[in-house]
């Protein structure tokens, strides 16, 4: 996919000599798709179990979301449950129920919005950053063992095409 791009080609440009599959029959690049399908399966169900490994390192309690709703804030891309709704795509009651909960474990604080004395901002505690950078060390040690014996070619094709299959966004 990297080198269409590169040679201004499109991904029809490659299968353009390929014929329909018959009905009923797979072609090698269904069969490609599904092998994806299944790999990015298991992919996801390791990010949740890191999830899972993340919150219980910052808090016993705390659940994965929760965790990711922390780090939004911690992050400062997401300081209002506004913007923590748009930011992980939940709904309303999980995103305040787990904002109160970070609220007792004393995890996160509503502060006054220095832009706007009216509003409040949520922001994460010294002690929710110092957590939050322990759990995250723990998963980039774990990803950069993963990805060590990768060339830095295969690393940037990789970063492109996650890119291209996920439609990066400046916003996330």
Known sequence: MVRRKLAGMSAADDHADEK?????????????????????????????????????????DL???????????????????????ERLQTDKSAVSRHVRQLEQLGLVESVADPDDRRARVLVATPLAQERVALARSRYEARLSERLRGWSSEDLDRFVALLGDLGGSTENS
């Open 63 to 85: 659940q994965p979301l929760g965790y990711q709703v922390l780090t939004s804030i911690a992050s400062g891309k997401a300081t209002s449950a506004g913007a923590i709704i």
């Open 20 to 60: 329909p599959a018959p009905a009923g029959e797979t072609t090698a690049l269904d069969d490609a798709v599904h092998r994806v399908e299944h790999e990015l399966g298991r992919l996801f169900a390791r990010i949740r179990v890191s999830w899972r490994e993340a919150a219980i390192t910052v808090h016993p």
